[in-house]
């Protein structure tokens, strides 16, 4: 089991730039979550996926950022156009179905710095 | 708003005394409640999980639950430097599969 795996590790990009994160979950895990973490604001659920659909978005901060999951074993994050306080470390995370107690597993995260 | 608070520290123990990390939930209907614990620089790792009330523990680690004080704690006996890390209650509320995290309690386990 590969865990879950996020690309790219680190992206430096410039302000008004796009931006694509992406997750691959753990092959069987069917909730998927991205988070946001900033030492302000801590851990933030931006979006959360089950079975490939978008349940919950009310953390997306705003319409610059939006997310897909086209099947279950991709997702992406994308910023267009990115700015400065996106520059934070985002992590994505799965879960296995009706999993009330396990939490999830993170995977490695991406940190974003937009200059 | 569903919160969940911890106190940012830094806690500083010494090597080999009990670290005790807590947490407190304004939900009343949560019913799943995690540790993670996440070293600088890298993502958070699962270490706990409790549901009911009392005590739960795996090897060092003792969560204790509170339901009615809306408390839940982690003890971690025989502390080592290798504990020092951010450790993050996470918190469930009843028929969801979205757990609210707090800030996080950083732990500094001193030689």
């Known amino acids: 089991d590969a865990g879950v795996i996020q690309s790219p590790r680190h992206e430096v990009t410039e302000m008004g730039q796009e931006v694509t994160l992406r997750c691959k979950p753990i092959?069987?895990?069917?909730?998927l979550f991205w988070y946001r973490q900033t030492m302000m604001r801590g851990l933030e659920l931006l979006i959360y996926?089950?079975?490939?659909?978008?349940?919950?978005d009310s953390g997306m901060p705003e319409d610059r950022f939006s997310a897909k999951m086209p099947n279950a074993s991709f997702s992406t994050l994308k910023i267009q156009p990115s700015e400065p306080r996106d520059s934070a470390v985002y992590f994505c995370?799965?879960?296995?179905?009706?999993?009330?107690?396990?939490?999830?597993?993170f995977g490695s995260g991406t940190r974003l710095t937009v200059v | 708003q569903k919160e969940v608070e911890q106190n940012s520290g830094p806690l500083s123990v010494p090597e080999g005394a009990i670290a005790s990390l807590n947490c407190t939930y304004s939900?009343?209907?949560?019913?799943?409640f995690f540790w993670y614990r996440q070293y600088s620089g890298k993502s958070p790792e699962l270490i706990m999980s409790?549901?009911?009330?009392g005590d739960k523990e795996d090897g060092r680690f003792t969560a204790q639950l509170n339901k009615a004080s809306q408390y839940v704690s982690l003890l971690i006996r025989d502390s080592q430097p290798s504990d020092s890390a951010t450790y993050l209650c996470?918190?469930?509320?009843?028929?969801?599969?979205?757990?609210?995290f707090g800030r996080g309690t950083s732990l500094i386990v001193h030689p």
């Open positions: 939900d009343r209907g949560s019913q799943s």
């Open positions: 996926f089950n079975n490939n659909v978008p349940i919950d």
């Open positions: 996470a918190v469930k509320p009843g028929g969801s599969y979205i757990p609210t």
């Open positions: 092959s069987g895990h069917n909730s």
């Open positions: 409790i549901y009911s009330n």
């Open positions: 995370a799965s879960s296995p179905p009706r999993a009330r107690g396990n939490g999830y597993t």
